[in-house]
């Protein structure tokens, strides 16, 4: 190997993505932005996209979990051309390229492992773990960078073969240039040096016989005909090794795209402590995948970079805009018409929640009414069990709620504790009724009135505009302020500060139910 090492990947091949995520219980936040962008990329340059289950971590591995990992990605719309079978419901693997598992492609290792051997790119290692031990905290009390001091890497063939017949534990090592720079590229940051005398004799083969992590992902994308690879920017330190091992073995590397972290609002690393972390969290508080997909496409995208601009000012896509004058709703569909690796940023993105908020209510105000009953019905049921009303039950009325609050919802679980006031008895106290500077006397006196005039309304008129008109009438004619009648309404019909207007509200109670809380609003006055 030449002193200075300059390594890069070649661009002229079959586009070929890969999610490769580890079986360990749930789609974390994180990964859907990873499995978005290698969607998003295939699509856009007319290649493949492949799943291939990372598992060679046994003591990670959740029963079950592959299953629930491809229940989750096809809920959100990801579609593989090859993977495990499961991807089409089948129980032969979809592809060419054998099992798309790693834990049923040992013997592939093994048969690479000792390619490398030969070609004395790896050596074994035989320490102890107590050495290992004791040699780390060796490094950090002189304040070295811990890392294998490669005791092992000069050791003759005989005394290999020697510490081999004798049944000795071992880990096969990679072997990394002693001297120089390493310089590769990234899509995104361009080239990157690294000092080789930073990098690690990294294990690729634990004691079982196991490949690691770096060593199998290798093999796989090499085997699978990757292209492109998309991980986060937390994987760079292990660049170097990655590319050496592919020229190690004398293969061409894929195109690396390191994508930039995604942090929460306080500027750490995304964890439970700031939030959900699991795509399923999210799905069971009411979020649609239209809007994950849609947040998610824009932690460290944009599509004002390059190109993209040029597509939407030629309205070859469509979306509600930002204050700005910028898109901000995109499709699937729509984004992959326009997404650019050179529009990926490399400055860390933000996880909003309160914009996630408001791209998931957009969604929920677009969709279509009967649909969006369907979803809602699962976080109604303990409102329904509220109530003894069988009008309370019927499809009609529930309907009638839910469109009721399609404007304010921002995702599906806010319909129940929204619409409770519907289904149940309200409590609240005298004062929610009391507007401005009125008195109660005044408040009362204007309560009764709007109880008289609805009371004799007949009830082939108890609509929405009708209740409007006559109210709003009567009220003008009085010369008085519409306000100081409408918010006692407002509030004894649901005993909240914020709701609905009085009207659409009266309209789906019924006139029975309204005037018997307005009068019970009157009563507590």
């Known amino acids: 190997m030449t002193k200075n090492t ?7 091949r ?28 295939a699509k856009n340059l007319k290649g493949k996209l492949i799943l291939r289950i990372e598992d060679t971590d046994q003591k990670r591995q959740v029963e079950g979990a592959m299953e629930k990992l491809i229940e989750i990605l096809d809920w959100i719309g990801i579609k593989f051309d090859e993977g495990p079978g499961a991807i089409r419901g089948k129980k032969e693997d979809v592809g060419k390229h054998g099992s798309y598992t790693q834990s049923e492609r040992l013997e592939v290792y093994k048969k690479y492992t000792k390619e490398l051997l030969e ?19 060796d490094q950090q009390a002189k304040k070295h960078p811990p890392r294998y001091d490669r005791t092992c890497r000069e050791l003759s063939k005989e005394q290999v073969e020697k510490e081999l017949k004798s049944g000795k534990n071992y880990v096969i090592r990679q072997k990394m240039p002693l001297e120089g720079e390493v310089v590769i590229q990234d899509e995104l940051r361009g080239d990157i040096k690294f000092k080789a005398q930073d990098l690690e004799d990294q294990v690729l083969i634990k004691s079982n016989g196991v490949p690691t992590y770096q060593f199998a992902n290798v093999v796989d994308d090499h085997l699978m005909e990757i292209s492109h690879v998309v991980r986060g920017e937390e994987w760079i330190p ?35 402590r700031h939030g959900d972390v699991a795509v399923e969290d999210y799905k069971n508080k009411g979020y649609l995948p239209e809007a ?15 190109t993209g601009a040029k597509a939407l000012a030629d309205k070859k896509v469509s979306g509600d805009k930002h204050p700005k004058g910028e898109q901000e709703i995109f499709t699937l569909a729509e984004a992959a018409k326009i997404f650019k690796i050179k529009d990926i940023g490399t400055s860390p993105a933000v996880f909003d929640i309160e914009k996630l908020d ?7 105000r677009q969709m279509d009414l009967d649909k969006l009953v369907g979803l809602c019905k699962p976080y109604l049921e303990e409102n329904l069990k509220k109530t003894a009303d069988s009008r309370q039950q019927t499809a009609e009325f529930i309907k009638k709620v839910v469109a009721l609050e399609q404007e304010r919802m921002k995702k599906l679980s806010e319909i129940g504790e929204l619409t409770t006031f519907f289904f149940a008895d309200i409590e609240y106290p005298a004062e929610l009724l009391i507007w401005k500077k009125l008195s109660k006397k005044e408040v009362k006196n204007n309560l009764t009135q709007v ?21 709003i009438t009567y009220i003008k004619a009085k010369n008085q302020k519409v306000g100081d009648f409408l918010w006692p309404m407002r509030a004894a019909l649901t005993g909240r500060k914020a709701s609905p207007g009085p009207f659409e509200v009266a309209e789906v109670l019924g006139k029975s139910e309204s005037l018997k809380r307005i009068k019970e609003g009157v009563d507590k006055l």
């Open 358 to 364: 408001y791209i998931n209510g957009y969604y929920i």
């Open 14 to 41: 079959q586009v070929r993505l890969r999610f490769a995520p580890s079986p360990t219980g749930y789609l974390h936040i994180g990964s859907l932005r990873t499995v978005l962008f290698n969607y998003l990329i």
């Open 119 to 137: 070609k004395d790119g790896v050596y074994y290692c035989f320490c102890s773990s107590e050495r290992l031990e004791k040699m780390r905290a």
């Open 451 to 471: 109880y008289e005039q609805l009371k004799k309304m007949a009830d082939k008129n108890w609509t929405k505009n009708f209740i409007e008109n006559t109210l």
């Open 238 to 272: 292990s660049f170097p090794k990655n590319i050496l091992l592919y020229k190690a073995f004398g293969w061409t590397p894929p195109k690396f795209i390191h994508m930039p972290l995604t942090l929460s609002k306080e500027g750490g690393k995304l964890s439970k």
């Open 6 to 12: 300059r390594l890069r990947q070649a661009s002229a």
């Open 292 to 306: 994950l997909i849609n947040f998610s496409v824009l932690l460290g995208w944009s599509p004002y970079a390059s």
